[in-house]
């Protein structure tokens, strides 16, 4: 009986060892190889047995461009030294903490980020390895802060001015006035982008000091755009939003006009009538900030000011049904101002006038 107890407790024992050993064995066994796979979850919530990745760049709020790379360090395996090809996931934060962007599993250690980022924000972002559906340790958090420059992508633009810089051209007398925007120094003067993609429906807005009431000019142009680069009045896609000077019928009216593909066919053009333009009259202030706004498609055209920016006191608000035809121009060009066309420097740029935060793009202001 004894002999019987003691056989079985070595047993016992063996059974023990051997459970042990088989935990740790060398670091290039199978065994050890197959604890890679997602086979428990651990506190973190990963299921794969790696090292979490290490932000490299961008981090501790450093200033980005438009579009940065994130980079981290490489994971590596926990309990092997074997290499698998690894993927990253990059996850990217505002300053609210909602997700702005999550990169989906990537090949390499780097991600160019493709969301639109708001504007001098900070965000932050974290990545982590994934392996045949398995995903390790999330990295820690870093940050980085977004531009505040501006940006002509697509069928979108996007220029502060308040930065002594811009990304359309400026042409004739200019000047930047450190955290205004751009002065328009003359009628002559004008700031013109080239939009690579053509924004059938969307929006055209600004904010605008300077603007005075009695100017000279009459159907002076405070912004527009057209179909390539011909004669502004006379082009078939003219987008023309006036504020007429001392000369105009009447003058210090709020007004517009735009073409839907013809200069010549009243089917295709589109402004307010005769007792909106009158009843449109507003002394404008060149120490006072205003928010001007166009807006098309969904048949219809509609120019909005609000006095005092873009949340201020709506002043002008018209908007006009547009049946036929589409704005479309081929390519598009937009303007701050206006060049000087066939009618001349009383229908050009408003000498003095201040612009900054344009905006054009196929979707509303963020």
Known sequence: MILRNRVFVSFIMLSACATACSRQQAPNSPSSAAQTTPDSAAADGSTLKVTAPTPVSPVNDQQVSDTPTLTVSSSTLKYSSGSPQFQYRFEVFNDAGVKAQDSGPVNGTSFKMTAVLDFKKRYTWHARAEYLGAAG?????ASFISPEG??????????????????????????????????????????????????????????I????????????????????????????????IQYRGASGSPPNAITFRVLYGSATKLSLRYEPDTATRFASVDNLDPGTT?????????????????????????????????PNGTYNPQPMTAYLGAPVGRSGAESASIAGAIYRNVWISARPRP
Do not use: H
């Open 209 to 240: 000091e300077g603007l005075r009431a009695n100017a000279s000019g009459n159907k002076s142009k405070v912004f527009g755009a057209q179909q390539g680069s011909d004669d502004f009045i006379t082009d078939p896609y003219r987008m023309d």
């Open 150 to 207: 501006g940006y002509i992508r697509g069928n979108e633009v996007f220029d502060p001015l308040t930065n002594g810089k811009t990304v359309g051209e400026a042409n004739g007398p200019t000047t930047f006035i450190p955290g205004k925007g751009i002065r328009l120094e003359d009628f002559s003067a004008f700031v013109r982008y080239q939009i690579p993609v053509t924004i059938t429906a969307g929006e055209f807005s600004m904010e």
């Open 290 to 322: 205003y928010y001007w706004k166009a807006a098309w498609g969904a048949g219809e055209f509609r120019v909005t000011v609000k006095q005092g920016g873009i949340n201020g006191t709506t002043i002008y608000d018209v908007g006009v049904p547009t």
């Open 137 to 141: 340790p999330w990295s820690s958090t």
